[in-house]
């Protein structure tokens, strides 16, 4: 953490707000990442499969009468 600040500090014009947005920034992002590889692969395969699953409710009326 100090070496990501030092090497930015070292940029001109760039003030603590940057510094602290980019900080942010980087530690929502190795959250959200931590947070995808940590699901389990079950839930993967569940949503992929969503789009092919039959519902009764995909049906229009009219395809329910003639069953």
């Known amino acids: 953490m100090k070496l990501a600040i030092k090497y930015l500090s070292d940029i001109d014009g760039i003030g603590i707000t940057q510094s602290i947005s980019f900080v942010f920034f980087f530690a929502i992002f190795l959250a959200i990442t931590y947070y995808v590889f940590k699901m389990k692969n079950s839930y993967y395969t569940n949503i992929s499969e969503m789009p092919l699953e ?14």
């Open 54 to 67: 039959d519902d009764v409710d995909s049906y229009s009326d009219n395809e329910m009468i003639k069953e």
